[in-house]
């Protein structure tokens, strides 16, 4: 690090140049002029770990920068400042910790480290007087995660609602739009680069959630990990419930939905497939783009929308990030990330919502009245019906008012017990 001359040095030290990492370092390289010209600082790339130096890397990439080992850019004394891209959470962990330690400023994109361990790194960072920033953790290129922490830091944010994972949001409009079979949609989301190393966290919902114990973390300042977070994915959506979504007049889309209720700051936090109206603004958001909505008490609501995956969007984040940071290192400077106490949840069984039911049963006189009276004995009130079906069997469809989970659950285990039904399909929530 040089400071106090015109331009001022910083040395970045990268650890990963995979999907992610590869296009950092070009992207480094590409605006490393535009940068010095607006900030003054100079950032130098140099060193990068890797798992295996011997594979082939970007040309624009010095082959002696590479190292195998981690440890000899986190504990180097020629870099200043390190960039994590490796990914999870075992040596990701300690490899930021150690960097930290260092009194090295941390950038990372690793939402799965920051949503398990996020307050024991904060506390890291503000011991050694440096930042640990992670922009892109949460939806790649949409600033959303520096106007919590400082644009919305005086406010009551009271429900953050958003579409999160870049590669369900691609899969779900690609198998919509295009009728794409989920295997099909998933191996073009990879082609693209927006799904993680192991794309089973993409589409079980366990991207997303990590994303919204993040984001709710900043927006309650409360601590919410990921575990904190109730989660169903994509699998297993039937062409039949995007077929009967869009005859009511909704799309299907995987939501995060974080809520802060009055009684007692008590938290919920649920990522789950849900029909949205397509009036809704987030019924918009397709392919890998996505979308975070805020409900604050002054501002009103505020939707961040853009690119929420990619190799491109997600370097553009972390160089916003690296630039960011190096400035506060010259400055001699670092800004804390607030770390309140744990969230209080609400059970997911407490949690209030309208639901999708689809039901099979066989076609005789009575068997409506028979399944509409489980859902009246157990509170659940029905809005809409809809039945078709042949001589011997029906399809039926209930769109429900508002209920605790636990009233539906109890209801459908009763469905599920009647010998006129045949099965139940998948539930899915109604976003409002
Ligand atoms: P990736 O393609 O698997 O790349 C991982 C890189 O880390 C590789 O270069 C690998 O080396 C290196 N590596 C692994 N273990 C290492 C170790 N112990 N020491 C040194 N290097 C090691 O992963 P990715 O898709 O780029 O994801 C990186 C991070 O970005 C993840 O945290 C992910 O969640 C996050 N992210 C991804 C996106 C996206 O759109 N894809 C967006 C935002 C955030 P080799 O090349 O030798 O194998
Ligand atoms: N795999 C992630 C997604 C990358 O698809 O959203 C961005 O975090």
New binding site residues.
């Given amino acids: 690090m040089t400071a106090g001359t015109a331009t001022a040095r910083i040395r970045v030290g990268l650890?990963?140049?995979?999907?992610?990492?590869?296009?950092f370092a070009r992207l480094l390289v590409d605006r490393r002029a535009a940068v010095e010209d607006v900030t003054g600082i100079s950032l130098e790339l140099v060193r990068i770990?890797?798992?295996?130096?011997r594979?082939p890397?970007p040309e624009a990439l010095d082959a002696e920068l590479f190292?195998?080992?981690?440890y000899d850019?986190v504990k180097a004394d020629d870099v200043d400042l390190v960039v994590?891209?490796?990914?999870?959470t075992s040596?990701?962990g300690e490899?930021v910790t150690t960097a930290l330690e260092a009194g090295k400023p941390v950038v990372?994109?690793?939402?799965?480290?920051i949503a398990k361990a996020g307050p024991d790194l904060f506390a890291a960072a503000d011991r050694a007087g440096v930042d640990l920033f992670f922009e892109?953790?949460a939806v790649?290129a949409v600033p959303i995660l520096r106007p919590l922490r400082e644009s919305l830091l005086a406010e009551d944010v009271t429900r953050v609602v958003g579409i999160v994972n870049?590669?369900s949001n691609f899969m779900l409009t690609r198998m919509t739009a295009d009728g794409l079979g989920f295997d099909e949609a998933l191996a073009k989301a990879q082609e693209l680069?927006?799904?993680?190393?192991d794309a089973s966290?993409d589409v079980d919902g366990a991207?997303a959630a990590?994303k919204l114990a993040i984001l709710a973390s900043l927006a309650f300042n409360r601590a919410v990990v990921a575990d904190d977070v109730g989660r169903e994915g994509i699998v297993g959506l039937d062409r039949e419930d995007f077929e009967l979504a869009a005859r009511f007049g909704y799309d299907i889309k995987l939501l995060a939905v974080a809520e802060r209720f009055p009684d007692g700051h008590a938290i919920g936090a649920q990522v789950f497939p849900a029909l949205i109206g397509r009036d809704h603004p987030l019924a918009s958001v397709r392919d890998?783009f996505n979308a975070v909505f805020l409900t604050t008490s002054a501002a009103g609501e505020l939707m961040f929308y853009g690119h929420?995956?990619?190799?491109r969007?997600?370097a553009s984040?972390?160089l916003g990030d690296v630039t960011g940071a190096a400035d506060q290192l010259l400055r001699g400077t670092h800004r804390r990330i607030p770390v309140g106490s744990p969230a209080r949840l609400r059970p997911a069984r407490d949690l209030v919502h309208s639901y999708y039911v689809r039901a099979d049963v066989e076609e005789a006189p009575g068997v409506l009245s028979e399944v509409t009276g489980v859902f009246a004995r157990h509170g659940v009130s029905i809005r809409t019906v809809d039945q078709d079906g042949s001589e011997s069997r029906a399809r039926i469809v209930f769109l429900t008012f508002p209920a605790p989970e636990h009233a539906l659950d109890d209801a459908l285990e009763e469905l599920r017990g009647l010998s006129r039904v045949r099965g139940v399909g998948r539930v899915l929530r109604i976003h409002k």
């Fill in positions: 650890l990963g140049c995979g999907t992610v990492g590869a296009d770990a890797v798992r295996d130096p594979k890397r190292t195998g080992d981690a850019v994590e891209l490796i990914g999870g040596a990701a490899l990372t994109a690793n939402k799965e480290l892109a953790a790649a870049g590669t680069g927006y799904a993680e190393p966290a991207d990590s890998s929420g995956a990619g190799p969007p997600s984040a972390i």
